[in-house]
Structure formats: structure tokens, C-alpha cells
């Protein structure tokens, strides 16, 4: 068998849940962005709500990311086309670790940040409104003075790993449409299974 028909007879798709998994997480991130630059723009009764809510999808994230790593690495993805060329496999490879790392640098940050805010204990965490979580006890039990100064650095840290992750999702999609519509590879219907119906897994 010839490495292309190798290709053709493999299944070119992510499983289900890996596809649920990443679109989950997208859409949580775009609601999340949502927030945070409508936020000065809200009525004054809506922030707290909103703020709790973005506090929620970001631990939301955290989970779901968790997930689908033990899931990849469980089921591994399908292997990219063999018309890539090894540069174009390293790329593809070191930027998906990338990904991954901002994506979860993000809400830890974020995380790290409420922890440090001296009005903590003023107004507890609650996961969706209903469920109590715990902020980081280690940066919650600090003096007032070493916590806002925390607070500040990792304020300035969840900011920017925010611009960082967006251009590096700008780049992840300007590169899966260039393979998909230059390349001609079948790069959308990896994560996108509905496009076809060649081969997949659960």
C-alpha cells in the first residue's frame, strides 16, 4: 500500500468527543472575550454578575482543556496529510502546544488574579451562581500588601497573555484556511466532520 492510499483509507477526523471538546472551548473563549470588553460599557448592576460569569467560564476552560489533552492523548489525532512537509508537521505541532499552553496560561492567571484581590473574602467564588470554589490558598493567605502587589502583576499577565492568545488563534486560522482553500488539504474537516463523510471515530 502507498503512502497515499494509506491517507485515503485512514480516517481523517478527529474523534467526537475531541470535536465537541475543542468547539466547547472555543466558544466559551469568544463568549469570554465577550465579556471582558463589554464590561465598561455595562450597567453598573450587571458587573459583579458578569464578572462572577467570566470567573466561571475560565475555570470552565480549564476543565474542559484538561479533558481533551487526556483525551488526545488517549486517542491520538489523525495523522496530518502526507503531503505536509516536515517543516509545515514541526510548525503545526509546536503550535498546538502553544495553543494549548495560552489557553490554559489564560484562566490560571486569571485565577491567580482573584486570589490575589484583597476584597476576596468580601464576595466568595461560585461556580455559575450555585457551587462554591475555592480561590489559591497559598496567594488568598498572603498580607494585604504582597497581594496587591500580586494582584497588579497578575492582572498585567492575564491582559497580555490575552493579546497573545489572539493573535496566535489568528494565526492557527489564517493557517488551517490557507491548507484548506490554497493546499487543498482537507484541513476543516479534521475538526469539522459534518463537511464529509470519510472515516471517523467516537
Sequence with gaps: MTALQG????????????????????????????????????PDGWI?????????????V????LLHLLWRYANPPPPLPVS?????????????????????????????????????????????????WPRIGPIENLDPVTKEKLHTIFGFAHEYLAYVLYGVVALHIAGALKHQFIDRHPQLERMMGWLNRRPTRF
Excluded: C
Design 84 to 132: 505536509y512537509s516536515p517543516w509545515e508537521r514541526r510548525i503545526a505541532k509546536a503550535a498546538h502546544i502553544i495553543l494549548y499552553t495560552l489557553i490554559l496560561a489564560m484562566p490560571i492567571s486569571g485565577w491567580l488574579h482573584d486570589s490575589a484581590w484583597n476584597l476576596a473574602a468580601q464576595f466568595p467564588m461560585k461556580l455559575y451562581f450555585l457551587v462554591p
Design 7 to 42: 491517507e485515503a483509507d485512514a480516517p481523517i477526523r478527529y474523534t467526537t468527543v475531541a470535536m465537541f471538546l475543542h468547539w466547547a472551548v472555543a466558544i466559551i473563549i469568544v463568549l469570554n472575550v465577550a465579556i471582558a470588553l463589554t464590561l465598561d460599557y455595562m
Design 48 to 60: 459583579r454578575a458578569a464578572v462572577d460569569l467570566h470567573k466561571s467560564f475560565g475555570i470552565t
Design 62 to 65: 480549564i476543565g474542559l482543556v
